[in-house]
């Protein structure tokens, strides 16, 4: 398997501008997590689907962010209008149903998309 | 609410030391998953170990042992004769069981091991 796939894998824009990031998760998961890295807050998460459904967005900054599952292989993140702030590590990942043991409540993540916003 | 708190903000040791990242969780569920993920410079997120709360037992992998007591609501990870490889920050983190729970982290520690 590839792996949780993200792109992109940095992204560098001007203050108002729209930036969308994308996810693609394993195969199978059926749990999708997005998380923001920074210095000052760590990891934060920011919003979580279940089957395509979102569970909990309470982590969601504000009305600048939305995400998106249109189907169980495709996430996005979008941001509209971008600021300085936003400036951060976002990670998606992944999780299996608790079903398979195994690998329960255990989330790959991807390479992360590396925002700037100037 | 649950939270993980890793009092630890940085450690540095000398290659072979042996060195111990604490971990304290808070959480009112009573079936729940802990974990330990490690972030090398290089930025990904690599999964080490998952806990389930009614295991108790103490894990070894290698140099890497976990000693999980609910007693102290504690879930400590330690190398043992560390490497230069393990420069790294290690999250701590905590989930309900079911797979509709949300990771929660700690803030990390940064370890660097010095040749």
């Known amino acids: 398997d590839a792996g949780v796939i993200q792109s992109p894998r940095h992204e560098v824009t001007e203050m108002g501008q729209e930036v969308t990031l994308r996810c693609k998760p394993i195969s199978g998961h059926n749990s999708l997590f997005w998380y923001r890295q920074t210095m000052m807050r760590g990891l934060e998460l920011l919003i979580y689907?279940?089957?395509?459904?979102?569970?909990?967005d309470s982590g969601m900054p504000e009305d600048r962010f939305s995400a998106k599952m249109p189907n169980a292989s495709f996430s996005t993140l979008k941001i509209q209008p971008s600021e300085p702030r936003d400036s951060a590590v976002y990670f998606c990942?992944?999780?299996?149903?608790?079903?398979?043991?195994?690998?329960?409540?255990?989330?790959?993540f991807g390479a992360g998309s590396r925002l700037t916003v100037l | 609410a649950q939270k993980v708190t890793q009092a630890q903000t940085e450690i540095s040791v000398v290659e072979k030391e042996d060195v111990t990242l604490d971990c304290v969780y808070e959480?009112?569920?009573?079936?729940?998953?802990l974990f330990w993920y490690k972030q090398p410079p290089s930025g990904e997120l690599v999964f080490l170990i998952r806990r389930n709360s009614f295991d108790e037992q103490n894990e070894i992998s290698g140099r890497y042992s976990w000693n999980f007591q609910k007693s102290t609501s504690s879930f400590n990870f330690t190398i043992t004769a560390s490497q230069v490889v393990d420069s790294a920050v290690y999250f701590c983190a905590l989930s309900g069981s079911y797979n509709t729970d949300k990771l929660i982290f700690g803030t990390g520690t940064r370890l660097q091991v010095f040749p």
């Open positions: 990942a992944s999780s299996p149903p608790s079903g398979l043991s195994v690998g329960a409540n255990v989330l790959t």
């Open positions: 689907f279940n089957n395509n459904v979102p569970i909990d």
């Open positions: 959480t009112r569920d009573t079936t729940y998953y």
